[in-house]
């Protein structure tokens, strides 16, 4: 069996799990969220913890076992707790600031780029070179944390961008070869 799959899930104060016909979801102090999951296995609730089970032993039962097992403990996650995602800028120029709920990123281009954020993320700055993506759907806040990265992701010559927190850029020499050259 999963070593992964056969773990059960707590099921914290406030709260709620349905389960029907293939959904689960999950309602909570931070949101609510809802997946559909595979014939294959089934989830049963039972005082407080929440398990899940496959049906045979196919080599396709034994993946989902787990798979599902942690997409579900990640909605429970996300709706007690919330996921968050830091960026940091980095670069002279680079900013970023708040227009009601758009984030707005200098990241010297010749505008500055505004960003919407999609229902259940919220953006926040911290300073004006730190961002935070939060929301309760750890895949969701992923998606737009990578999604604002890509608008200008770290170069390794002068680590210049945006980078994930704590992300380390492994730097380049840059044209060192030329210097000392006879020509």
Known sequence: ???????????????????????????????ELKRSFRPEVS????EGWLRVFRR??????????????????????GVSQGFR????????GYRAAMSGPKLVLALGFTHPVE?????????SVEGNTRVAV????KELVGEIA??????????????KGI???GEIIRRKAGKAGKVGAKK
Do not use: C, W
């Open 1 to 31: 069996m999963s070593r992964v799959g056969k773990a059960p899930i707590a099921i914290p104060q406030g709260v709620e799990v349905k389960i029907s016909d293939g959904q689960v979801a999950v309602k909570g102090p931070k949101g």
């Open 43 to 46: 989830l049963a609730l039972e």
């Open 56 to 77: 045979g032993e196919s080599k396709m039962e034994r993946s989902l076992h787990g798979l599902t097992r942690t997409l579900v403990s990640n909605m429970v996650t």
């Open 85 to 92: 995602r830091d960026l940091d800028l980095e670069g002279v």
């Open 115 to 123: 960003v919407a954020p999609p229902s259940g993320i919220i953006f």
């Open 134 to 137: 939060a929301g309760a759907d």
């Open 146 to 159: 990578a999604q604002i990265r890509r608008l200008r992701p770290a170069e390794p010559y002068k680590g």
């Open 163 to 165: 980078r994930y927190h």
